[in-house]
């Protein structure tokens, strides 16, 4: 009987299932938007049962579009949106409050106050984090403070937390199995990335009980198997990552110094830097690539908040697109932005900046700016940010960057990826398989299982598909960045304030 590797991508803005074979092809895939809710400015949340349920839906979707059954499944891999908090009762499985998403800023101000207490460097120490809303320790605080007597039941031991790959298995296996790994569990800003456990003095801090947390596994092992009616039988569940450390698993990133960026709602430029975890000097995130045996991989991580989801802003708020993939035509239309800058801190400026209160701005404007001119701008400051973050990189490293791997919906854009090989003078190479998060997750699955034996054999599937060389005129890109650069001084609040 043919044997798959199921993959669950459960993303911020919609659950796929893909299927994989032993070539790493993609066999059938299903895809299922959900609805954002934004309760408040700077609030954003999802329903954890629509998690569920639009996961769950397209499973069997994506199983029943080349009709076979859980006994064709060898194993399943979970890779998640990261940092989004769910916290729920342990008997009735009901959430106590909706997910509160990773791109949520209701915790700004509080994060401010630890910043003045002078907890960052304490913080990064342990964690490799810079103190923001962004991550999962102070939406769960959020959630005890605030929701009528979740603190009680917390601290009678009733309420369990999970990021979104530990709520998926708790389905998944009808409340019998509470675990994430390494890879999340780096994102909690809860977790020691040196002693590998729950830290019981950010537990402390942030006034959330020990009985809530997940077991940490590694990111590659069967965690247990799946009870639910969505498969006749039982299936293993044997992988687990958060998706930007998956899609630097699928892009084969396995050797220190290796890089890719993921062009997706945000951007998320990640190098592997191997067995030890690197400090970094210029406010990039230390964090765990994964954990694989006994073996921890660190990796350096550039996170830009709004990529791919500027596209969505020029459709849905300026409505100068009808779909994100006419974005290319339009600002190809133009040679130039003519002058304009489009600096995208439309949920403020991740790194290197972490600027919680920056907002968006175009700038050099004239008469003759148009709608094609404002399109090209928005896809230049997505390619303007990733060169911020590996300049930043490369100082924290110590060394140039080689070659650029790429994924991601926007990474799909020839323009954008062509200009951000011209910006970083490197080549930038997108791969044949460009779903490389469900990838990853699939590869970390099928290693638990023996589907397939080792790195190096999967190493071998990896192909490009198209390199973007370098070519554009190094004294004409320097004028542009500078002018990139003065376009950013101006929005960041904290140095003009
Ligand atoms: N041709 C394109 N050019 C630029 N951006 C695009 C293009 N196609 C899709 N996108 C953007 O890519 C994002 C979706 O990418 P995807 O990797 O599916 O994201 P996620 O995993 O965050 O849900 C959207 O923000 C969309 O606007
Ligand atoms: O859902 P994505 O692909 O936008 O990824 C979100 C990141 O994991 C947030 O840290």
Redesign the pocket.
């Known amino acids: 009987m043919e044997q798959y590797i199921l993959s669950l991508d459960q993303?911020?803005s919609s659950s796929r299932a893909i299927v994989f074979d032993r070539k790493g092809q993609i066999c059938s895939m299903a895809q299922r938007e959900f609805t954002q809710y934004f309760p408040k400015p700077g609030w954003v949340e999802h329903n954890p049962h629509e998690i569920w349920s639009s996961q769950a839906s397209v499973i069997a979707e994506a199983i029943a579009a080349i009709d076979i059954n859980g006994l064709n499944i060898a194993g399943i891999g979970i890779t998640n949106?990261?940092?989004t908090t769910i916290v729920w009762d342990r008997e009735t499985e009901e959430p106590v409050y909706n997910a509160i998403v990773?791109q949520d800023r209701r915790t700004s101000e509080y994060c401010d106050s630890l910043k003045a207490e002078g907890k960052t460097e304490w913080i990064r120490e342990k964690t490799g984090l810079i103190i923001d809303a962004y991550f999962s320790a102070t939406k769960i605080k959020w959630i005890l403070d605030n929701v009528p007597g979740a603190r009680e039941r917390a601290e009678k031991g009733k309420l369990m937390f999970g990021t979104v790959d530990t709520w998926l298995i708790w389905r998944l296996t009808r409340g019998e199995v509470h675990v994430t790994d390494p890879s999340n569990a780096s994102?909690t800003m809860l977790f020691n990335i040196r002693t590998l456990q729950w830290d019981e003095e950010l537990l402390k801090l942030f006034d959330i009980p020990a009985s809530m947390m997940p077991e940490v596994r590694s990111s590659s092992e069967v965690y247990g198997a799946t009870k639910t009616t969505i498969f006749a039988h039982k299936v293993p569940i044997a992988g687990i990552a958060?998706?930007?450390q998956a899609a630097l698993f699928g892009q084969m990133c396995v050797e220190p110094g290796s890089v890719k960026n993921?062009y997706?709602?945000?951007c998320?430029l990640l190098m592997n830097s191997g067995e030890k975890p690197i400090a970094s000097k210029n406010n990039l995130l230390t964090t765990i690539a994964w954990k694989i045996g006994d073996k921890v991989n660190y990796a350096l991580e550039g996170?830009i908040f709004v990529g791919g989801s500027v596209v969505q802003w020029l459709r849905d708020g300026l409505g100068i697109i009808r779909s994100s993939s006419e974005v290319e035509a339009l600002a190809s239309s133009v040679p130039d932005t003519g002058g304009v800058y489009f600096v995208p801190a439309l949920t403020g400026l991740a790194a290197p900046h972490w600027d919680q209160y920056a907002r968006g701005a175009i700038s050099g404007i004239s008469r003759g700016t148009t709608a094609a001119h404002i399109a090209r701008a928005a896809l230049e400051g997505i390619a303007y940010q990733t060169l911020d973050i590996v300049g930043a990189m490369q100082r924290d490293a110590g060394v140039s960057l080689v070659e650029l791997k790429v994924d991601g919906g926007a990474a799909r854009n020839d323009l954008l990826m062509q200009f951000q090989a011209d910006l970083l003078a490197t080549k930038v190479i997108r791969p044949r398989v460009t779903e490389t998060t469900a990838l990853g997750a699939a590869y970390l699955a099928g290693l638990a299982v023996g589907y397939w034996e080792s790195v190096g054999e999967i190493r071998k599937q990896w192909q490009a598909e198209h390199i973007f060389e370098p070519a554009a005129d190094r004294t004409q890109i320097a004028k542009a960045v500078a002018g990139w650069e003065d376009a950013v001084r101006r929005v960041l609040r904290e140095k003009n304030d």
């Open positions: 993303g911020t949106q990261r940092e990773w994102r958060g998706d930007q993921t997706g709602t945000g998320f996170s």
